[in-house]
């Protein structure tokens, strides 16, 4: 099993960064986590939720919306994945998510493990 823990959410002005975390807990992920696709997700109230960027041996993929403000990274001795949000904007705010798969790498939410999700808050 596969236990994912989003934090760092929190509230910003638009303009602003926040740096959100995703730690990976689990025997079957410390053991593949390297080999794992992971991704940042977000859903807006009353919305879908949307994929952001995904990250697998190196390879990155971003939504338009999110290209060239915002950066996914992985630590695989911490078994960490990031999301550095910069230049924020009142249309990011949603609660954010992780998730893990071994097999599918992209940003639809086809992926087997989820987070409880951290809220972003971003005011004009």
């Known amino acids: 099993q596969v236990q994912l823990v989003e934090s760092g959410g929190g509230s910003v002005q638009a303009g602003g960064s926040l740096r959100l975390s995703c730690a990976a807990f689990?025997?079957?992920?410390?053991?593949?986590?390297?080999?794992?696709?992971m991704g940042w997700f977000r859903q807006a109230p009353g919305k879908e939720r949307e994929g952001v960027a995904a990250?697998?041996?190196?390879?990155?993929t971003y939504a338009d919306s999110v290209k060239g403000r915002f950066t996914i990274s992985k630590d695989n001795a911490k078994d960490t994945l990031y999301l550095q949000m910069n230049s924020l904007k009142p249309e990011d705010t949603a609660m954010y998510y992780c998730?893990?798969?071994?097999?599918?790498?992209?940003?639809?939410?086809?992926?087997?493990?989820w987070g409880q999700g951290t809220q972003v808050t971003v005011s004009s």
């Open positions: 990250i697998s041996d190196g390879s990155t």
């Open positions: 998730a893990a798969d071994p097999l599918y790498c992209g940003l639809s939410t086809r992926y087997n493990y």
């Open positions: 689990g025997a079957a992920y410390s053991t593949y986590y390297s080999t794992y696709c």
